[in-house]
């Protein structure tokens, strides 16, 4: 695959730097290790609402995130998402950029790092099955999904909490998975969690998976303390949290300081070519929000057209003098 830029995180700043992109015409890939977009936001918490992004009174970090899909798609001609691939290795030769991944090898003019905190891996069960079960689930995007079926969840934390309520008026049966009696999440949603519907099973570990073909029909659980149990099921989600590194990053070659990227005020950074935005890009006076690796990405990408086109007079260009309708 050859485009101009390769943008590494498909979080919101690697989303929105894409749609930027589109608007100077410049092709992009969005490489991202996560099976969907939205980084953290998709990973840890899609059903909670954010309320400091501009314009938005709340919205739910998912709807966030599908807007900014269909942001993107208004391009998607030029720019397109490579989900589910780790990026390995970047090297440059001739100017040119050959960034590698565990999928394929993509050439570019330019790289924008927007790998927020770092990529993302599942923690895992570590169960034989687990990688072909195609109802197993690390993280939800639809509650819908769940409609009247039996769901398992392992985790103890706010998040494994947060989806047994959600999932409490929608689901046929839920249960809750957590190896200590006692829970992480906060104390007035482990209250509500006892007294809901949802059967809470502790202290228990996850023991077998039991599949027909691809689909997990039940699951085994154990504990040291009580008798094993036998759990009929039609999904199991698996929320043991995320693990952020910066992988292949980290070897870059880049000046980096606490797992941040050191960039200059046009989000450029120790290597030519190559910029960051969002969390992981530092600079004096950094503010990590959200709001603020939307601006960042403009900032990019205007730097970048001038990198590629170093006699093209730039500026900011505004979408009303790009987009019509």
């Known amino acids: 695959m050859e485009k101009d830029v390769v943008i590494i995180g498909a979080g919101p700043a690697g989303l929105f730097a894409g749609f930027y992109c589109g608007m100077r015409k410049l092709s992009a890939v969005i490489v991202d290790p ?22 938005h009174d709340k919205i ?68 034989e099955g687990e990688e072909t079960a195609s109802n197993l689930h690390y993280f939800v995007d639809d509650l819908n999904k769940f409609k009247d079926r039996k769901v398992a969840i392992f985790g103890g934390g706010d998040s494994a909490v947060d989806w047994a309520m959600m999932l409490e008026p929608i689901a046929k049966e839920v249960n809750v998975i957590h190896r200590r009696d006692e829970f992480r ?39 040291k303390k009580v008798d094993d149990k036998e759990l009929e099921v039609d ?50 006076g950094k ?3 959200i709001i603020t690796g939307f601006g960042e990405g403009p900032i990019a990408v205007n730097s970048i057209y001038g990198y590629i086109n170093p006699d093209a007079k730039v500026g900011a260009l505004h979408s009303s003098s790009v987009i019509k309708g």
Request: glycine content about 8%; hydrophobic content about 45%; charged content about 25%.
């Open 34 to 55: 996560l099976e969907v977009a939205g980084g953290r936001l998709a990973a840890l918490y899609p059903e909670k609402y954010i309320y400091d992004v501009a314009g």
């Open 185 to 223: 999440a906060h104390g007035a949603s482990v209250d509500k969690l006892m007294e809901s519907t949802v059967n809470v099973h502790t202290p228990y570990t996850p023991k077998e998976l039991v599949l027909n073909g691809d689909k997990i029909e039940k699951i085994l659980i154990e504990s």
């Open 60 to 127: 739910r970090a998912i709807d966030l995130i599908h807007n900014l899909e269909t942001q993107l798609k208004r391009f998607e001609e030029t720019t397109e998402l490579a989900l589910g691939e780790e990026v390995l290795g970047l090297d440059k030769e001739d100017e040119i950029f050959t960034v590698t991944t565990s999928k394929q090898t993509i050439k570019a003019k330019a790289v924008i790092i927007a790998a927020g905190s770092g990529a993302f891996a599942p923690r895992k069960l570590g169960l």
């Open 287 to 289: 503010a990590e929000l």
């Open 235 to 284: 999904d199991v989600i698996v929320n043991f949290g995320f693990v952020a590194k910066l992988g292949a990053i980290a070897d870059f070659g880049l000046e980096i300081e606490k797992n941040k990227i050191n960039v200059n005020t046009d989000q450029s950074t120790a290597i030519e070519g190559v910029y960051a935005i969002g969390d992981i890009a530092a600079y004096p």
